[in-house]
């Protein structure tokens, strides 16, 4: 089965708030949210958040070069640097590429 | 950067409910994750559910072969259909294997 994002990269952050400073947060959110749109390479983003303040971030990418720049860039590391320091509890970061997939919606 | 999950298959579907048959659908998702576990290369499940009934479910196998082993699984199969049948508006599904990636925890 061919799917859109069969060959990108997908980034899986799975993130457990610690429900400090929750306007920070999300003021914080909405700028990573804004500035990743904008990098090369960046192909999309799926995002739930439950009420117990677990999220799952998938942002996928056109190379894992590009996914790299995105870790290093200066604004996304500053803000890494609060989540760590404020905001988050733990994270389980991965990265993988897309080789299968299907899509289904009610017709 | 190792990961425990480096290497594994990482299986990402992601889903909005329809709202329709909510307790038929929760005991359908606790059966399902109760089979899932007994299934040979199964490593491990991430979920999160948001409020609008949007859920991103993440499965890691031992290698392809045993996720592909689980989509052909009979009762799986059953349960698919009855959610397309009922219980779900879409779902977007994504296989890949996990190259890298690091954890972090609060001290």
Request: charged share 25%; no cysteine; aromatic share 10%.
């Amino acid at each position: 089965m061919s799917h859109p994002r069969q060959g990108q990269v997908a980034v899986i952050f799975i993130s457990e708030g610690s429900g400090a400073d929750g306007d920070g947060y999300g003021a914080a959110a909405e700028a990573m949210a804004a500035l990743v749109a904008e990098q090369p390479g960046f192909m999309g983003v799926d995002w739930v958040g439950g009420e117990d303040g677990r999220e799952i971030t998938i942002s996928y990418w056109a190379d894992d070069a590009s996914a790299l720049a995105w870790r290093a860039h200066p604004e996304h590391e500053k803000i890494r640097d609060r989540g760590r320091g404020e905001w988050l509890n733990r994270y389980d970061l991965m990265v993988g590429t897309i080789h299968r997939g299907h899509q289904w919606e009610r017709d």
